[in-house]
C-alpha cells in the first residue's frame, strides 16, 4: 500500500512539472524599419545618435500615470512607452510585450547596451515575460532602464534592485 502510493505521488509530480508543447522560437527575428544612423564616441565606446533620441524621448514620459493599454501623456503601459518611443525614429515594433519578448536579438545582461529591451517576469509563481524597459544606462555592474509601473507610472529604476533583479527573464536588441 506504501509503495502504491509513493509511486502514484511521483507519477503525478512528474507529469506535472512537463512542459508545454508549444515552443516558440525565433531568436533571430526582427522588426527593424528605420535607416542606419551615424555613430560617434562616447564614454562607453560607439553608441547611435537614434538610441539617445529614443531614451530622450522616453524620458519625457516620466511620471505618467500608468494605464493599461496607454500610448500618450495621459497614461502608458510598459509596451506602450517601448512603441511609442522607438515609433518616434521610425522604428516599427510589435505592440504586445509577449511579441517584442520574440523580437531582435537576444542578448546577455553583462553585454547590454543602451536602446536594448529588457523583459521581465512580474506575476508570481510565473516565468512567463510580462513587463518590459528600455535600458537608458550601461556601465560594468550597473543598468538602469525606464519603463511603466503599474504602481508608479513612467520611472527609471536599476537592475540591481531586489525586486527587478529577480524578475528578470532576458534582454534583446532590437536596433
Request: hydrophobic share 35%; proline share 1%.
Amino acid at each position: 500500500m506504501q509503495k502504491s502510493f509513493l509511486i502514484i505521488l511521483c507519477l503525478l509530480c512528474f507529469s506535472a512539472c512537463k512542459s508545454s508543447k508549444t515552443v516558440t522560437k525565433s531568436s533571430k527575428r526582427t522588426h527593424k524599419s528605420a535607416p542606419a544612423t551615424k555613430k560617434i564616441g562616447s564614454n562607453n565606446g560607439t553608441y547611435n545618435t537614434q538610441v539617445e533620441s529614443i531614451i530622450d524621448y522616453a524620458k519625457t514620459f516620466d511620471g505618467v500615470k500608468y494605464k493599461y493599454g496607454g500610448t500618450t501623456k495621459k497614461g502608458m503601459d510598459c509596451s506602450g512607452l517601448i512603441v511609442t518611443s522607438f515609433k518616434k525614429e521610425a522604428v516599427q515594433l510589435p505592440r504586445t510585450t509577449s511579441k517584442l519578448a520574440v523580437s531582435g536579438d537576444w542578448v546577455d545582461v553583462k553585454e547590454v547596451q543602451k536602446g536594448d529591451l529588457l523583459f521581465f517576469a512580474t506575476s508570481k509563481n510565473s516565468r512567463s515575460v510580462n513587463h518590459v524597459g528600455i535600458v537608458t544606462e550601461s556601465r560594468t555592474g550597473f543598468v538602469e532602464f525606464i519603463h511603466a509601473s503599474t504602481s508608479r507610472g513612467v520611472m527609471i529604476s536599476e537592475l540591481s534592485e531586489r525586486y527587478w533583479y529577480f524578475a528578470f527573464v532576458q534582454a534583446r536588441r532590437v536596433l
